[in-house]
Nanobody, 123 residues
Framework: QVQLVESGGRLVQAGDSLRLSCAAS??????IAWFRQAPKKEREFVAA????????YYGDFAKGRFTISRDNAKNTMYLQMNGLRPEDTAVYYC??????????????????WGQGTQVTVSS
């Protein structure tokens, strides 16, 4: 099992940039993903990165604006978000799984989740 703690969420203005962090502890040989959930909406896949960082995947809305990365030496993963829009307002969750396919979907029974960090983008 891996424990995940997100940080970095806050109130920003439209057009701003923000970097979220996800610190992992415990067993760390996992692929990592970011999801988000806005009020009254389904949880949505944002991006995923393989254990060695060689493969990355993005939701359509994230392509060209968001970048997922990881520093395995620090057991920390990041989500760099540029050109933020009000519709990016959501709670952002970090997730870990040994199956990248599970993460590219909506997570699976073996997926570990963080507690989430709130990102609010004002217009």
């Amino acid at each position: 099992q891996v424990q995940l703690v997100e940080s970095g969420g806050r109130l920003v203005q439209a057009g701003d940039s923000l970097r979220l962090s996800c610190a992992a502890s415990g067993r760390t040989f996992y692929h990592i993903a970011w999801f988000r959930q806005a009020p009254k909406k389904e949880r949505e896949f944002v991006a995923a990165i393989s254990w060695f960082g060689g493969s990355t995947y993005y939701g359509d809305f994230a392509k060209g604006r968001f970048t997922i990365s990881r520093d395995n030496a620090k057991n920390t993963m990041y989500l760099q978000m540029n050109g933020l829009r009000p519709e990016d307002t959501a709670v952002y969750y970090c997730a870990a799984d040994r199956s990248i396919d599970s993460l590219r979907g909506s997570g699976g029974p073996a997926t570990s989740w963080g507690q989430g960090t709130q990102v609010t983008v004002s217009s």
